[in-house]
């Protein structure tokens, strides 16, 4: 199976800041790599998908880059909504489609 | 207005079985493929089923396979997930999530669509 990690778990930030988190493969999934915003008590929202293209509605402050292993989604300058936790998934694997761990974006 | 609604969620004794449902509204549901995500309280997304438009392909998690079987009816826009031998590691909030994909050289597919999920409680 391919395994996705992400760092750091866990992160603080101010409003204002430019905040990037990774996401490394197990091994090469292309572009195959979506990201998700979760807040508590709430369902995952799409934000990234194929790595780098933006889902409708998403505000263009998130970003996301890379190919291959490493990965990053960017948000260049925070918001009070932008405090959640985030997911890389990979979809390279139809058969299995894993998450990272979680990255949680908390308010400094 | 594009939704998903899953239902069936409950409290369930180690060992026993509980029927999940998912209702789509707002789109051609035989149209797209589905998954089924949980999480485990204070955990992280775990993907545990997928099924194509037609049914014909269908993929489970390890964690899962053997006990769980998910369908789906398409003249019912409906999703479901059978869970048998439930166990404690089981305790997750079930999500349904529809499947997109988009071309661009190949295939790249992401869960674009979401429900709120439905508990699932296994204790004795």
Known sequence: DIQMTQSPSSLSASVGDRVTITCRASQSISSYLNWYQQKPGKAPKLLIYAASSLQSGVPSRFSGSGSGTDFTLTISSLQPEDFATYYCQQSYSTLRRTFGQGTKLEIK | ???????????????????????????????YSMNWVRQAPGKGLEWVSYISSSSSTIYYADSVKGRFTISRDNAKNSLYLQMNSLRAEDTAVYYCARDEEVERGGYYYYMDVWGKGTTVTVSS
């Open chain 2, 1 to 31: 207005e594009v939704q998903l609604v899953e239902s069936g969620g409950g409290l369930v004794q180690p060992g026993g079985s509980l029927r999940l449902s998912c209702a789509a509204s707002g789109f051609t549901f035989s149209s």
